[in-house]
């Protein structure tokens, strides 16, 4: 990162007057925190999007059942093919299909006790590796930094414009 801030000044000062070096290091700590959320989630044999299934209904009241579109409402990450998840982590038995008494034409979505197992063993491995990630900073800074970022994303979401509110992991997850 510091090599790019450097190239720009020196061959680029139009550039690098007007550029944001918070931003480049914001994408790059991004990049290594979807990095590190990929490589946990995969040593247990799940990709990123079917963790991010997983913790979705585990977040929610047991016994932990969406509708496919409540649960696509309630992820953190997108995940674009949603019925290849489905079916994926039903085949693993991480998932369970229910009838929806409300709309015959769609299935309930429940985490199964084997995905529930699952998920709660993750996640604390997941939080160790996040608190290495920030061990640098103090409670301060990470009260200050997320004070921040609310900041930016609601600014960037004011005035009747919407950007995403779920992290789209570029190339890191096949669905």
């Not at 299934?53 to 009241?61: A, G, H």
């Not at 004070?147 to 995403?164: A, K, V, W």
Request: glycine share 4%; with cysteine; charged share 25%.
């Amino acid at each position: 990162m510091e090599d790019i801030l450097q190239q720009n000044d020196a061959n680029w000062p139009e550039c690098a007057a007007t550029s944001y070096p918070a931003l480049l290091r914001l994408t790059q700590v991004n990049n290594i925190f979807i990095q590190i959320i990929k490589e946990c989630v995969e040593s247990y044999g799940l990709q990123s999007s079917d963790f991010n299934l997983l913790s979705s209904l585990r977040r929610n009241p047991s016994p932990h059942v969406l509708s496919p579109t409540e649960l696509y409402q309630s992820m953190l990450f997108s995940s674009g093919g949603l019925t290849k998840v489905l079916t994926r982590l039903e085949k693993e038995a991480l998932i369970e299909r229910c009838e929806n008494p409300d709309d015959k034409r769609s299935k309930l979505v429940k985490l199964s006790q084997k995905g529930k197992l699952l998920v709660e063993e993750i996640m604390p491995v997941l939080h160790q590796r996040e608190k290495k990630m920030v061990a640098a900073l103090s409670s301060e800074d990470l009260t200050q930094l997320d004070d921040l970022m609310q900041r930016i994303t609601q600014s960037m979401n004011s005035n009747g414009e919407t950007y995403p509110t779920r992290i789209q992991f570029m190339g890191a997850s096949k669905n």
